[in-house]
Nanobody
Framework: VQLQASGGGLVQAGGSLRLSCAAS????????TGWFRQAPGKEREFVGA????????IYADSVKGRFAISRDYAKNSVYLQMNSLKPEDTAVYYC???????????????????WGQGTLVTVSS
């Protein structure tokens, strides 16, 4: 499966953005999908994910209550709605997917087989 992330840009603190991750090649149905981010000079970190079986997404504590993941199987896409953005949310955001990931490994980026190219989000203060 190929993933294409989009929707990044420049936004003021307190604003919102919605990132999209469009899949091609295979349906995302049955895939765990996750979002990760890498800030300048830092390692890539987990943002949020939803399991292969669906259900409620899980989130990093730093974004809980502000970010929300959703999926649209008709569009074969995953979304990351980001609200109340902070300057510390500035990063390149990546979407990832895997067909075999178990729920306990959703936060582990090395467990994901497929990655999008990343989209830059810059939050100004």
């Amino acid at each position: 499966v190929q993933l294409q992330a989009s929707g990044g840009g420049l936004v003021q603190a307190g604003g919102s953005l919605r990132l999209s991750c469009a899949a091609s090649g295979r349906t995302l149905r049955g895939y765990a999908t996750g979002w990760f981010r890498q800030a300048p000079g830092k390692e890539r970190e987990f943002v949020g994910a939803i399991s292969r079986m669906g259900g409620s997404p899980i989130y990093a504590d730093s974004v809980k209550g502000r970010f929300a993941i959703s999926r649209d199987y008709a569009k074969n896409s995953v979304y990351l709605q980001m609200n109340s953005l902070k300057p510390e949310d500035t990063a390149v955001y990546y979407c990832a997917a895997d067909a075999h990931l178990i729920s306990s490994s959703l936060r582990t980026q090395s467990q994901y087989d497929y990655w999008g190219q990343g989209t830059l989000v810059t939050v100004s203060s």
